[in-house]
């Protein structure tokens, strides 16, 4: 093993125990800069875009239909709220 190699095991060696100590913050703006983001949220996206991109276009479906709806889900929430009781509530669902 080279010198290289060496320095690297050793960086390893000391980063792991070192990132465990290191308050919160600060060890999530550590791996946002390693993914290569700007910040926790963007890494954030780009780690869960990676991993399960099918999954990923499940959320944003998502997001843009309680974003078209919310005006809908607030009334509905604030009518099962006051009954106490489960309610069905009607949505609109745009073609794609």
């Known amino acids: 093993m080279g ?51 099918q999954n990923w276009k499940i959320i944003l479906w998502e997001d843009k239909v309680v974003q078209a709806n919310i005006d809908r889900l607030n ?4 009518s099962v709220n006051k009954s106490n009781a489960t309610e069905s509530c009607t949505i609109r669902i745009n073609p794609q």
Request: hydrophobic share 50%.
């Open 3 to 53: 010198a290289t190699g060496l320095t690297f095991l050793c960086g390893l060696a000391i980063a792991a125990p070192l990132f465990r100590v290191i308050p919160w913050g600060v060890n999530l703006g550590i791996a946002s800069f390693i993914v290569g983001e700007t910040d926790r949220w963007e890494s954030g996206i780009a780690l869960m875009k990676n991993a399960r991109p």
């Open 75 to 78: 009334a509905c929430q604030e």
